[in-house]
T-cell receptor, first 114, second 115 residues
């Protein structure tokens, strides 16, 4: 069975702190895809990153970075020098190559305090 | 730019009413989805469609139906709304090919309250 676990329900940090959001996944597929989405208070889920299972290189995009480790089935997301605008709910998701379904975690609410 | 548009952001309906939630995408995507989002439960798939007039049940299809008469439009129908269907509904779309490997793009969501 496929599953995505985001154990952190809510995290609060003070502006400029670094914060890491955890994502652990389960799948029996050898080919799969991992995603992160941001959901600001307006409601729309905004796509942040897509990773396939064969690419374990870490990725950095500005203040955002992602650490993909197949050995621990984790795809963690770090925000460096957090800002108030980073306050949102963040979802990790898993897509399998042989299915139309995407499995979402329950989300982590990040509050960045000024 | 990728665009998924949901016709109504906020709706209040009475128990027993028939409710239509409309979604349009302008990216020529083959796949379209309806999700429901509830606190602590994340996103749960209601129905998806991989082609015009084609549909498949997701994880929680009970009480819902869908319609896809045109490629760009995917409608979610609550035949007889109930209070336990009060929720946020999210429409999404993706290209076909690679199935779960393609990025899924979301609309802004529709907040439905059933009273």
């Amino acid at each position: 069975a496929q599953k995505v676990t985001q154990a952190q329900t809510e995290i609060s940090v003070v502006e400029k702190e670094d914060v890491t959001l955890d994502c652990v996944y389960e799948t029996r597929d050898t080919t799969y895809y991992l995603f992160w989405y941001k959901q600001p208070p307006s409601g729309e889920l905004v796509f942040l990153i897509r990773r396939n299972s064969f690419d374990e290189q870490n990725e950095i995009s500005g203040r955002y970075s992602w650490n993909f480790q197949k050995s621990t089935s984790s795809f963690n997301f770090t925000i460096t020098a957090s800002q108030v605008v980073d306050s949102a709910v963040y979802f990790c998701a898993l897509g399998g190559a042989g299915t139309y379904k995407y499995i979402f975690g329950t989300g982590t609410r990040l509050k960045v305090l000024a | 730019d990728v665009k998924v548009t949901q016709s109504s952001r906020y709706l209040v309906k009475r128990t027993g009413e028939k409710v239509f939630l409309e979604c349009v995408q302008d990216m020529d995507h083959e796949n379209m989805f309806w999700y429901r989002q509830d606190p602590g439960l994340g996103l749960r798939l209601i129905y998806f469609s991989y082609d015009v007039k084609m549909k498949e049940k997701g994880d929680i299809p009970e009480g819902y139906s869908v319609s896809r008469e045109k490629k760009e439009r995917f409608s979610l129908i609550l035949e007889s709304a109930s209070t336990n269907q009060t929720s946020m509904y999210l429409c999404a779309s993706s290209l076909d090919g690679g199935r779960g490997g393609n990025t899924i793009y979301f609309g802004e969501g529709s907040w439905l309250t059933v009273v």
